[in-house]
């Protein structure tokens, strides 16, 4: 992959004798144009900030697969209308709109992507990692799922069915990885700490159970 | 538009690349690009399909180049000058020239409405009685069309076969709303096979599910 798909990566020139790069002064002029002539209020995006540094992330999905792992009855909710099942925990809204929640199991395997930009569901994972955003991950996801998946370590059996939801509409989308062995004697809680973001776009699995085999 | 965005199938992007333990921003001025980008949007003043397709529109070799806040920030500046909330010179000095009208400043997005906008989002199913063209089994083809305006219908699936699994409702099309107008339409899931798709090398097991709505769609034989 190019360097430049890595924005943590990316070099910005500095300008002679700026500490500034050529993007941080632009961005610099454009949110003071912009607070000055009234279009955005500087406490909006202060809020807006926080919202996605501190109270909407990946645990607010992981409160929802640890509670269909425990619940049929809610499981079943989701299934039938993500939207409204996700909305009982508290989430939805921005990104998250129309929901939608794929199931793994032993024989099927479901991959997110957003091939032509970077849809993601927001209220339950919060904002993409570089990596989701990436030219590479955008490019292949579709073309070779399994080869994107051993990328992140991960080997599945070649009878296995690949199911790749490419998010060309408004409709946003939550795997639901398997529940891994050993972990009957965990509480919702302790379930949620095993769900992490990557289970939920479909890279990884979830778990393993604590002192378990990864 | 067959622009580089559309990116599914590409070759030569090399491996996916995980960061461990990733901040949410990497840089001060990429939260500013995304807060300045949603605030600047919850005016109303351009819908969704619109900033998608201001992004697409960024110079392809720039795009390619530019990393994901730097298209949002080139995506911004063009909504911001297309839609007329800023001038080309206020641009350029990052001065402004002149008060927001007071129409619009009631529309500014307020710290105080911050959680409340994000809890309610945008609204993009459309509650109107439209008939649908395919009923869930159908067999479809999607349109080889190559529109070169916004459109969400990827390359990689145009002229192929695969069938529909679900029926989403009536939603907002992007192709007409990226301009301004209005063909709300069904939305379905629609599953293609690998193989279908990318030939005989891919698994035989796997497929690719795309939501396309009826305008990208034409009946077809089964696959």
Not at chain 2, 10 to 34: A, I, L, N
């Amino acid at each position: 992959m190019s360097r430049s798909d890595h924005d943590h990566e990316h070099d910005h020139a500095h300008p002679a004798g700026s500490r500034f790069s050529e993007v941080e002064v632009r961005v610099k002029a454009l949110e003071s144009l912009l607070v000055d002539k009234g279009v955005v209020d500087p406490a909006a995006l202060d809020r807006l900030i926080d919202s996605y540094e501190h109270r909407i992330g990946p645990r607010n999905g992981a409160r929802v697969v640890a509670r269909a792992w425990t619940d049929p009855a809610y499981r079943q909710r989701l299934q039938r209308d993500a939207t409204a099942a996700v909305a009982e925990l508290g989430y939805g809204g921005a990104q998250g709109e129309h929901m939608v929640v794929v199931e793994n199991s032993a024989r099927v395997h479901n991959l997110v992507v957003c091939t032509l930009c970077s849809c993601y569901p927001w209220p339950v994972l919060g904002l993409p990692p570089v990596w989701y955003k990436s030219n590479a991950y955008r490019a292949r996801a579709v073309v070779d799922p399994r080869g994107v998946l051993r990328d992140f370590g991960l080997e599945l059996a070649g009878d296995v069915e690949v199911r790749v939801w490419d998010s060309t509409a408004e409709i946003r989308y939550l795997v639901l990885p398997e529940r891994p062995a050993g972990t009957e004697g965990l509480s919702e809680a302790q379930l949620a700490e095993l769900v992490t973001r990557d289970a939920m776009i479909g890279v990884a699995r979830a778990g393993p159970a604590p002192g378990g085999k990864p | 538009m067959n622009g580089v965005h559309d990116m599914g199938g590409m070759h030569g992007f090399g491996p996916v690349q995980p960061e461990r333990d990733e901040p949410v921003f990497h840089h001060d001025w990429e939260k500013k690009v995304f807060a300045l980008r949603f605030a600047s949007g919850a005016m109303g003043k351009w819908n969704i399909d619109m900033a998608r397709h201001a992004n697409e529109r960024m110079p392809p070799a720039e795009y390619l180049a530019a990393t994901y806040y730097e298209r949002w920030l080139n995506g911004l500046e063009r909504l911001l000058l297309e839609r007329g909330v800023v001038t080309r010179r206020e641009l350029e000095t990052g001065r402004s020239d002149a008060p927001l009208p007071a129409e619009d400043r009631a529309r500014v997005l307020r710290a105080g409405a911050v959680d409340g906008v994000l809890t309610a989002g945008g609204n993009y199913r459309v509650d109107q009685d439209i008939a649908a063209r395919f009923a869930v089994g159908a067999a479809v083809v999607a349109r080889n069309i190559h529109p070169p305006g916004a459109t969400r219908l990827p390359r990689y699936a145009r002229g192929r076969r695969g069938v529909v699994e679900r029926d989403h409702g009536v939603f907002i099309f992007p192709d007409a709303s990226a301009v301004g107008g209005r063909k709300p339409q069904h939305l379905y899931s629609v599953r293609f096979r690998a193989r279908e798709l990318w030939g005989d090398a891919a698994s035989a097991h796997d497929a690719v599910y795309l939501d396309l709505w009826d305008d990208y769609l034409d009946p077809a034989q089964p696959a």
